[in-house]
């Protein structure tokens, strides 16, 4: 186990080395902190001066161990347009893309597994064939178009009361997704604060809402590549000589399917999947542009529209370090899941 | 006399395959590649089918602008599928659009299958450092996410050159910034397969007789990993369609004054909310026939070739 | 009436160029206890047969007619719900590839207790000790420990006993191996054969053993079946068929094994191969093969192309061969009024 963490985290370091690299020389070459600072008044002479002082005219190796040990303490600078530390601004826009990435990897989880493991059992049956063709559209739909389609329909389109009116929780429910003209198409809402720069839509009816249209979008991009995944390894591993002799055992068909195959389509499934999971904080930056929605994607965008290169960096390192991290996760659940690899190290 | 039955042979040997025998049994795949054929024509022929060319600022009446479709009321016949904001005629945009965006997707796939079939192969043939070294690469690109590293290297792309040099030379950086982004697929799946094929006996057979390298990469193992790299170029196309589109979305990708499929949703986006959802959603459908029926061709080459795709 | 009593039984695959006959018109019986051989070449349809007894051949398998019937009740139209009480239970079943059998993700208990459960209500406590029993049983060394431990873990010859410990898990009726030893270690091979044999002697439990190996029938089993192109083509007791075999089918299997060919000469081999199931030769299926058609004076024998042999008896086999019906004497219906 502690010869396979470490092997992780060494793997980890070198992949955020290489990020770190790329950063740099981002920030080496486009950024001019210099005229950030002091405008274009300031003599040549004392912006020289200045830049001997600030070391910007060390050699490249030396700024770069410079830019790197302050990156290990979570320190890449003053944001040009914030005028704040880029991590406070991240921390900030943070949590909006999180809970965003969360509610999409529920859907995608919850919606998939059922899903491909019934179109798996019966693969002829027509619904199975309905979702397989919903899925290949899905593919086809680029996510910001599915998401400009969502408030088309659901926030300007109709108006929006689709409970029954006779009963006390309908009209409640009503009520909720009624207020300010139907489903809200742009933004977070008001959500909750939690704790320091956390603020929540998972704490209230209409925060959760206002994450409905958002998350859908975001999960159509996945949800069908998993379907179909699941449904074509849970095919395979239905084929196999181990399922065929769990029913010459007389086990339930149940548990067949649920533990015996899902088991092992889960398997396949937890690495390919587990890495797109983490490449959905990629998206973010097109669900939130369409809905606005005030998260790290957003930020980004408006950095780069702004030419706000520590920000831009900063950014970079840190989805870096959120794709190394869920990549290290998968690789340790799926550690867990699967009796053949041994996490001491040694080959099994 | 002789030089006929070479091409005649080749013609019965299709006429005799599987391939066609399974595509004349599928329905849906004649009906996407009839479509398919269709759009391709039309964008190549957009120049003598549209019937304005967006690109003539002469042509433009912005008094004509927002103008529905045909099937709306307030439609003008001039203007079939509508007007944008800026009073061009949608259909001609969009037949220019789907233009732009398919040699983009050609391109990059061209570019990217390129890049990935020589490092795959070179990764798989060769092994050791090099492998170790272009796979881990491989690895951390893709755990990026292609479109990550296509919206970064797009970024920065956009800022070195300026917004203006960038819109003049976007086909040719597009086409470089997604063939960069997605040459992994291409490579780990040659490799899988190289390595699949090197065990074989004849490739050791050609090692044994002396052969160069390189000629036993490109002319012994490559055509035998024909069909998965025929297989994926299908999905990449239609990944790169939408990768362009993407970007073109988020500003990064063909100015609106030479727009693609992906810049014309983008630009009627912000039309949305005033009520003239078709400058943003009849594009948006085009986009997604298109897309739709290469991955359609795609899942029926898949499993008719029904090659081992490297998973992951 | 016999434990088991297969009659008639016609399994095909639907496939789109229409239906391809895996078993025609195969019957037999099994008494409690007997062992039976079924022998033949790959492509035979063994196999299919082994797993039509449980009602578990994959789709587009189906069988067409005929009966199973087993300990009075009829096997075949039953749903699987009920058959799942005879699955593993009366009759359970020992697999080919030991590799590939056992679930890699469950450990041995659980896929042992599993079974236990499956049939009868005991709980997990129980089951385990029973589990254990059967390991001991089986001869595996240190049983206790291979409980926790996962497939991979184990060599193929302990998977094997494994699985036999499954398969004796209930006390079953019946055990269906289909080629338990192929894939294993030749050295391997004869230790879980006799293992096999022995633990079926001791439990009287019927064996059905699927197998192309000649000389592990002879040693087994009591009575055999030898399989051609989805059809018995001999039947009897394991000693008579060995030692004087009818058709020439079996005369060529009993003449390749090694043991049979003088030194340094060549193995004699069956000429050509068994043909593919969807393109099946007219009349008896072994017809282009068999030294009596092929040689030169063979040409006139028009039944053996045209006429699918009937089952004639000799001594206390039965055979379906047109040269052995005549050579016995039997009144043969000419071929024009068949085809009538």
């Not at chain 1, 998401?147 to 009963?167: E, R």
């Not at chain 3, 030898?226 to 020439?248: F, L, S």
Request: include cysteine.
């Amino acid at each position: 186990m502690l010869a396979f963490l470490i092997k992780r985290l060494f793997h980890a370091l070198l992949v955020m080395f290489v990020i770190s690299v790329i950063a740099f020389a981002i920030q080496d070459n486009l950024g001019d902190p210099i005229q950030q600072m002091v405008g274009q008044s300031v003599p040549e002479s004392e912006r020289a001066q200045l830049r001997e002082e600030l070391g910007l005219n060390d050699p490249f190796l030396v700024q770069y161990l410079r830019f790197a040990i302050n990156a290990a303490q979570f320190d890449f600078g003053y944001s040009y347009v914030f005028n704040q530390p880029t991590t406070e601004v991240i921390a900030r826009h943070l949590p909006a893309t999180l809970e965003l990435v969360a509610s999409a990897t529920f859907l995608i989880v919850v919606l998939s597994v059922p899903i491909g493991v019934y179109s798996a059992i019966k693969p002829r049956a027509w619904l199975s064939r309905f979702f397989m063709g919903i899925s290949i559209i899905g593919i086809s739909i680029p996510v910001f178009l599915t998401a400009i389609v969502l408030i088309q329909i659901f926030a300007i389109g109709i108006s929006w009361t689709p409970f029954p009116a006779d009963t006390s929780w309908g009209t409640w429910l009503n009520e909720v997704v009624s207020t300010e003209g139907g489903m809200p198409a742009y933004g977070r809402g008001d959500p909750i604060h939690v704790v320091g720069t956390w603020y929540t839509n998972f704490a209230s009816p209409r925060g959760l809402l206002y994450l409905v249209l958002p998350a859908i979008s975001l999960a159509s991009i996945m949800l069908p590549l998993f379907i179909r995944l699941i449904r074509a390894e849970m095919l395979e591993v239905l084929q196999s000589d181990y399922i065929k002799f769990a029913r010459a055992k007389g086990i339930r068909l149940r548990r067949i399917y649920f533990l015996h195959a899902l088991k092992n389509t889960m398997l396949p499934v937890i690495t390919v999947g587990g890495v797109q999971i983490g490449t959905l904080v990629a998206y973010t930056i097109l669900t939130e542009t369409v809905f606005q929605w005030p998260g790290m994607g957003l930020m980004f965008l408006d950095a780069i529209e702004r030419s706000d290169i520590p920000l831009i960096v900063t950014y970079l390192m840190i989805v870096g370090l959120i794709f190394v991290i869920t990549n290290t996760l998968v690789d340790l659940i799926y550690g867990l899941v699967n009796p053949t690899v041994k996490l001491t190290g040694k080959p099994a | 006399m002789n030089s006929m039955s070479p091409s005649l042979s080749r013609w019965s040997r299709f006429r005799d395959s599987y391939l066609l025998y399974s595509f004349k049994r599928d329905l849906i795949a004649q009906l996407s590649l009839v479509i398919f054929i269709l759009l391709l024509a039309a964008a190549v022929l957009a120049p003598w089918l549209a019937p304005t060319n967006p690109y003539d600022l002469a042509q433009i009446d912005l008094l004509a602008s927002e103008l529905p479709p045909f099937w709306i009321e307030g439609s003008d016949d001039a203007y079939l599928l509508g007007t944008d904001a800026q009073g061009r005629d949608l259909l001609s945009t969009i037949l220019y659009g789907a233009r732009v965006s398919l040699i983009i997707g050609f391109g990059a796939v061209a570019l990217q299958a390129t890049l990935g079939v020589c490092f795959g192969l070179l990764a798989g043939y060769l092994g050791g450092r090099i492998d170790a070294f272009l796979m881990r690469l491989a690895d951390i690109q893709l755990s990026f996410s292609t479109l990550m590293v296509a919206i970064v290297v797009g970024a920065l792309v956009k800022a070195i050159f300026g917004g203006d040099t960038f819109g003049a030379y976007a086909v040719p950086l597009l086409v470089l910034i997604i063939g960069l982004a997605e040459w992994p697929q291409y490579a780990r799946t040659v490799r899988a397969s190289v390595l699949a094929e090197k065990s074989k006996e004849y490739v050791d057979a050609a090692r044994v007789m002396g052969l160069p390298s390189r000629r036993i990469m490109f002319r012994h193992i490559l055509p035998n990993t024909l069909s998965p790299i025929f297989v994926i170029s299908t999905v990449q196309v239609a990944n790169a369609i939408i990768s362009e589109a993407a970007l073109s979305f988020l500003g990064l990708g063909m100015p609106e004054t030479q727009p693609s499929l992906g810049s014309l949703i983008k630009s009627g986006f912000d039309y949305l909310q005033s009520g003239s959802w078709w400058i943003t959603l009849i594009p948006g459908a085009a986009l997604v026939v298109l897309v739709l029926v290469i991955n359609l061709l795609g899942d029926w080459l898949r499993d008719v070739l029904n090659p081992r795709l490297y998973k992951g | 009436m016999s434990l088991l009593d297969v009659t008639h039984l016609d399994v095909r695959f639907a496939l789109r160029k229409g239906d391809v006959k895996a078993l025609r018109d195969v019957s037999f019986s099994l008494d409690r206890g007997e062992r039976l051989g079924i022998v033949g070449e790959s492509g035979a349809g063994k196999s299919v047969a082994a797993f039509t007894l449980l009602n578990l051949i994959a789709k587009p398998g189906y069988i067409a007619g005929g009966s199973i019937c087993f300990d009075g009740q009829e096997l075949i139209g039953r749903s699987d719900r009920s058959l799942r009480h005879i699955r593993g239970h009366r009759i359970s079943m020992i697999f080919q590839d030991p590799m590939m059998t056992l679930n890699p993700v469950l450990s041995i208990g659980e896929q042992m207790v599993e079974c236990l459960k499956a049939h009868r209500r005991i709980s997990t406590h129980e089951a385990r000790a029973i589990s254990l029993h059967k390991l001991v049983q089986v001869q595996i060394p240190s049983p206790e420990a291979r409980l926790d431990q996962y497939p991979h873990e184990l060599s193929g010859g302990m998977r094997q006993r494994v699985i036999i410990a499954i398969a004796l898990l209930l006390d079953p009726d019946i055990i269906i191996a289909d080629e338990p030893t192929t894939a294993l270690d030749v050295t391997i091979q004869a230790e879980i054969m006799a293992l096999l044999l022995s633990l079926c002697e001791k439990h009287n439990v019927g064996l059905i053993l699927i197998t192309h190996d000649l000389g592990v029938v002879s040693q087994v089993t009591q009575r055999m079946l030898v399989m051609y192109a989805g059809r018995v083509i001999e039947d009897g007791p394991t000693r008579e068929i060995i030692n004087d075999p009818q058709h020439p089918y079996t005369q060529g299997l009993m003449n390749a094994l090694p043991q049979m060919a003088t030194p340094g000469s060549h193995l004699n081999q069956i000429p050509g191969s068994m043909p593919s199931l969807d393109n099946l030769p007219s009349g008896c299926a072994f017809h282009p093969r068999c030294h009596f058609v092929t040689r030169p004076d063979g040409q006139h024998r028009q039944a053996c192309k045209e006429q699918v042999p009937d089952f004639v008896t000799s001594g206390n086999c039965r055979v379906a061969c047109h040269m052995v019906a005549d050579m016995l004497g039997y009144e043969r219906i000419p071929a024009e009024e068949i085809t009538q």
